[in-house]
């Protein structure tokens, strides 16, 4: 396999947040594409984000949007590099630490799981960078702020990658753009416009593009990352990922936190696996459950367990062709009968094995599975979802670093281990990129994922949010007049307009 990444994820506060705004305008202009993730102050009441209306479900997000906050985001910006053979990104990634102008709920289970984490409170109330929620206040929509940093975005006009992103998206619409819509629809239609480039959802496209045994973000890096050095180890034409970071050099070093990325480790021995954990990414014992919460672990023995039960249904099913195909035909129509059939089960042996190993880990968790995109409650799902191309270093130094060769300053140790929104972030970007890869078609020169583009995942639910404007919705008189600060006028509607179902 090859040598593990080291990924320098840069720390951005309130004490050099105007100094890297250059940087990270660049790195939205430049990307191919920008991956985000957040870390919440609370969601709130679970029961109400699980409702059968997605209106409803709607509803209970934007209360949460209202009253919590965003404590951190994470950005990473992949710039293809189009000089190298294979697909090649460029990343940066940032990490910064907010805090809300404005009163806010912060819930207990949020700072328990963000403490165990490594999150810094008394730096986030020290250094974090200042925002307004809601509309623009006062001086808000102009000079160097999150709101503008955010508008900076927009503008890039990049598509926009996101874990389980439903979440993330509302409250990124509360704190840095307008008062939310009431309506879903309103929202829908306010999103369309504000992101024409596309918004992909990893956590939709893992779990029915992909068809991954879990499609929690850790799970999905890792498998995505395994998946990618086979294909790297084995010389594999078109399917192969590779990725580059700048090397930071200069006072630019004491801003970067250096992410060991380690490689899947081989296990020799076969502790007890936590089947909540390995399901979902969560547990309720949380660091004191007495079983694996290896993912490593987790992904060795969802391969044997899908490899095993691949090889049974084989067997069983070429004992049953063979007695079809002795009742008609010669020898030589018998064989090749049972050569053409077998060749259609092989596809089919695939898909069902797929399922019946899904099926059953959800079957053993005995309950639904609980949705949620923030990274802050230990009573969600997704939890373990735990740049730029071509942007400058402020040091003026442009020397890239392949992530194959980290170097003794990469060593430096990590605090609170890998999970981080920035780390989350970039995570998100890499499954993005490698889906593109095994999923896009030959003849296309952007990264996506064909039949995932404006679809947000929905807990529960056999179809996606589709972020398609209905022609029963209008745009928010906010979101109209916030688009014309980003355009300079009115927002066109060139979004295909049709009949959209929300559930």
């Known amino acids: 396999m090859s040598s593990s ?11 050099n947040f105007k100094e890297l705004w250059p940087s990270m305008v660049l790195a939205f202009k430049t990307a191919t594409f920008t991956a985000l993730d957040t870390e919440l102050s609370g969601l709130g009441a679970r029961k109400a984000l699980l409702a059968e209306s997605v209106e409803d479900r709607y509803k209970s997000i934007c209360h949460a949007a209202r009253t919590r906050s965003i404590l951190s985001l994470g950005i990473a910006c992949y710039k293809k590099l189009d000089d190298k053979a294979d697909s090649t ?8 630490t907010l805090l809300c102008s404005e009163e806010y709920i912060i819930e207990p289970q949020s700072v328990q799981f963000l403490v165990q984490h490594g999150f810094d409170f008394n730096k986030q109330y020290a250094q974090g960078v200042p925002y307004n ?5 006062g001086a808000d929509a102009h000079g160097v702020n999150l709101r503008t940093l955010f508008v900076e975005l927009l503008r890039a006009n990049k598509p926009l990658v996101v874990h389980n992103g439903l979440i993330d998206m509302v409250f990124l619409y509360q704190c840095f753009y ?5 309506k879903l629809g309103t929202f829908i239609a306010d999103l369309s416009q504000m992101f024409p480039a596309g918004i992909y959802d990893t956590k939709y496209a ?7 045994t879990a499609s929690y973000l850790e799970y999905a890096y890792k498998k995505c990352k395994l998946d990618n050095a086979r294909s790297v180890e084995a010389g594999s034409d078109g399917s192969r990922l590779f990725l580059e970071f700048y090397n930071y050099t200069g006072h630019l070093q004491r801003y970067v936190d250096y992410r060991p990325c380690l490689d899947n480790q081989s296990h020799g021995g076969t502790p007890d696996i936590c089947i909540q954990f390995s399901a979902y990414g969560w547990c309720p014992n949380g660091t004191q459950c007495p079983l694996s919460h290896d993912t490593d672990l987790i992904i060795q023995q969802d391969e044997k367990t899908k490899e095993d039960k691949r090889k049974k249904r084989k067997r069983r099913k070429k004992q049953k062709l063979a007695q079809e195909v002795q009742e008609h035909g010669s020898p030589n129509e018998k064989k090749a009968h049972l050569e053409d059939m077998e060749q259609e089960q092989e596809v089919q ?13 959800v079957h053993q968790t005995g309950g639904e599975e609980v949705q949620a995109s923030c990274t802050t409650d230990p009573s969600q799902t997704d939890q373990a979802k735990n740049g730029n191309g071509g942007s400058v270093p402020a040091d003026g130094k442009n020397t890239q670093q392949t992530s194959k060769c980290p170097t003794g300053e990469r060593e430096r140790k990590a605090e609170g281990g890998t999970h981080r929104a920035g780390f989350d972030a970039f995570m998100t970007g890499y499954i993005f990129a490698f889906a593109s890869i095994l999923k896009s078609e030959e003849s296309s020169t ?5 039949g995932c583009a404006n679809k947000l995942y929905l807990s529960g639910k056999s179809v996606p949010l589709h972020i398609v404007k209905s022609t029963f919705s209008k745009s928010s008189k906010a979101h109209v007049h916030k688009m014309e600060q980003v355009w300079g006028k009115r927002p066109c509607d060139k979004t295909t307009v049709k009949s959209e179902g929300t559930a």
């Open 5 to 15: 990444m080291v990924v320098p994820v840069i720390d951005v506060q309130n004490d």
């Open 133 to 137: 929620k809601g509309n623009d206040k």
């Open 178 to 182: 307008a008062h939310l819509p009431e």
């Open 89 to 96: 990104y460029l990343v940066q990634v940032y990490n910064l």
């Open 349 to 361: 042996d695939d898909q069902e094995v797929t399922d019946t190993v899904i099926a059953e880990s």
């Open 446 to 450: 952007q990264p996506g994922i064909p």
């Open 206 to 212: 893992t779990e029915y593009e992909l068809r991954l």
